[in-house]
């Protein structure tokens, strides 16, 4: 049977179908010598290996680029552009190729690069896995390669490796382990401030996909709107006026524009955590405004003893002008910004300059103390009728610290290891029983 025909296929005998004899098939004698002498000559020539394929030769299409020409007509463009005080690679100054990415090289030196080479090396795989497992979730691996590179990165500019030359190369890890923290705390505090500084768009009649649409494209009219402030009653708005400037910003900004601590902190440059310390500053000095008293805004007294003028010049100059300003009631940071020095050092100097001058008081033959440090809290007159407003462990702290207790015999007492904790409390029940003798 064939394959495709469904009947029987019967040869077809070469002659004429109306003989009745059985033609004999003749084969052609000519053909037949063909073959036999090309088996001939195949078995002369042996066995012949079968030839390799061909790779095929890609041929880029180049049409669409730029030639060689065109790019050097565009080099003394860009290098026009680049400040005069950026440093050019060759790519900017030799004619071999052309690199547009507006970057100031500075290589590193021949023992450096070793050094890196080596620390890569050593470290580079369990850096991207250290930072893999930091990020804590599943799918990060691209960022968690990126960030790590951004160490590297870090690592290869200037100043990078001054950490990294004390130590053993095969000790190294932990310096690049805190420089990946780092830089992962970075990565999403500065993702976060950018979600956190669209508030309210320009336009309120817009849908949110337009307005999203045309804040992702930095149009001049995309730019976000300030929050419109909403008013406060007027003797709110006096005791803000008693307010230090930057407490008084942070209140406007957190209770009347409503924006999160971490988009005040973005705004102020300051860090999340000192937002929040300066706001419960200004909440503590404006809670008795709530039940009708005044700001409890902190005094503080002059720190240098009386007839410190007379004995000044025993100080350095740098310190004499330090005290004058404090004496005027300029805070530390202002100080500092005036003298040149850090507020931790205008303060340093302060309290030295106070004991300079109490003994040079007393060399001259002038009674003279160190001045007492104000309590920062102390319970008002008459808190025991309203102590029972307190919860039961502020309450205690109260009592014990008002009888002359002191701060770890508290803490031994009632249990507690923190003396900072019992501190806290004692100043928080002292505000809480002003308000409540208050009202």
């Known amino acids: 049977m064939s394959i495709v025909a469904e009947r029987p296929v019967i040869p077809q005998v070469a002659g004429r179908a109306d003989v009745g004899e059985r033609a004999d098939v003749a084969v052609s004698a000519g053909l037949a010598e063909e073959i036999e002498r090309q088996e001939q000559e195949d078995d002369a020539r042996g066995f012949e290996p079968e030839p390799e394929p061909q790779e095929r030769v890609r041929v880029r299409d180049r049409s669409g680029e730029r030639s060689r020409a065109e790019r050097d007509r565009v080099r003394p463009a860009v290098t026009a552009g680049v400040p005069e005080n950026a440093l050019l690679t060759s790519s900017y100054t030799e004619p071999v190729r052309v690199s547009l990415r507006a970057v100031a090289d500075e290589p590193l030196s021949a023992q450096d690069a070793v050094l890196v080479g080596e620390l890569f090396a050593l470290h580079a795989k369990r850096l991207v896995r250290y930072v893999w497992l930091r990020l804590d979730r599943f799918g990060d691996g691209p960022l968690a390669e990126d960030l790590a590179q951004e160490v590297w990165l870090g690592v290869s500019r200037p100043g990078g490796l001054e950490l990294l030359r004390e130590v053993e190369p095969q000790d190294a890890f932990g310096i690049l382990a805190g420089r990946a923290k780092w830089m992962i705390a970075r990565h999403f505090r500065l993702r976060s401030n950018r979600d956190e500084r669209l508030v309210r768009v320009a336009d309120g009649d817009d849908s949110a996909d337009a307005a999203l649409e045309r804040t992702a494209h930095r149009a001049p009219a995309a730019v976000p709107a300030e929050p419109v402030a909403g008013e406060l009653p007027a003797h709110w708005q006096e005791a803000l006026e008693l307010l230090e400037p930057k407490l008084r910003e942070i209140v406007h900004l957190r209770f009347e524009l409503a924006m999160s601590y971490r988009a005040i902190g973005a705004r102020l440059e300051l860090s999340q955590c000192a937002v929040t310390k300066r706001l419960k500053r200004a909440i503590a000095q404006l809670r008795p405004v709530a039940s009708g008293g005044e700001v409890a805004v902190p005094v503080k007294s002059d720190p240098f003893p009386d007839g410190w003028e007379t004995v000044v010049d025993v100080l350095p ?31 340093n100097v302060t309290a030295q300059s106070v004991r300079r001058l109490v003994e040079a008081l007393r060399a001259a033959g002038r009674d003279a103390e160190l001045p007492k440090r104000p309590a920062v809290s102390e319970p008002p007159e008459g808190w025991e009728a309203v102590a029972d407003r307190l919860p039961e462990l502020h309450r205690a702290v109260v009592a014990l610290r ?33 308000a409540a003798v208050q009202a």
């Open 317 to 347: 100059e740098v310190w004499r002008a330090i005290v004058r300003l404090r004496a005027e009631g300029l805070t530390n940071s202002q100080i500092a910004a005036r003298v040149g020095r850090s507020p931790v050092t205008v303060s």
């Open 402 to 434: 008002a009888q002359g207790v002191p701060t770890a015999e508290v803490a031994a007492r009632l249990g507690l290891k923190s003396d900072s904790y019992i501190r806290a409390l004692w100043r928080e029940g002292c505000a809480r029983l002003h």
